[in-house]
């Protein structure tokens, strides 16, 4: 089974930017979309961006403008660009794939990567 490991957040201010890393530790087929998720404390964990195998992507209507989603699919890694940081953007991130016709995750969620944006 593919294990995916998240990296690269930390404490931003407020307009500050940061890029998580998510690297896998092998190839997910392409029948998933990759995906970086967030949850912050006392919500439920949501979708931030997804990107399939053709290189399409879609974002949370809150990030629309100020994240980007990218992939290298020869490091097996996928990418997450965080411009223009809002204290509400703090949470821990998650990456994963989900099958886009079953629904079904592609690993465990793992331990994700904190980020936090405050002054």
């Known amino acids: 089974q593919v294990q995916l490991v998240e990296s690269g957040g930390g404490l931003v201010q407020p307009g500050g930017s940061l890029r998580l890393s998510c690297a896998g530790s092998?190839?997910?087929?392409?029948?998933?979309?990759m995906g970086w998720y967030r949850q912050a404390p006392g919500k439920q964990r949501e979708l931030v961006a997804a990107?399939?195998?053709?290189?399409?992507?879609n974002y949370a209507d809150s990030v629309k403008g100020r994240f980007t989603i990218s992939r290298d699919n020869a490091k097996n890694t996928v990418y997450l660009q965080m411009n223009s940081l809002k204290p509400e953007d703090t949470a821990v991130y998650y990456c994963?794939?989900?099958?886009?016709?079953?629904?079904?995750?592609?690993?465990?969620w793992g331990q994700g990567t904190q980020v936090t944006v405050s002054s």
């Open positions: 994963n794939g989900r099958n886009r016709f079953s629904g079904l995750y592609a690993t465990p």
């Open positions: 990107i399939i195998s053709g290189g399409n992507t």
């Open positions: 092998g190839s997910i087929p392409s029948t998933y979309a």
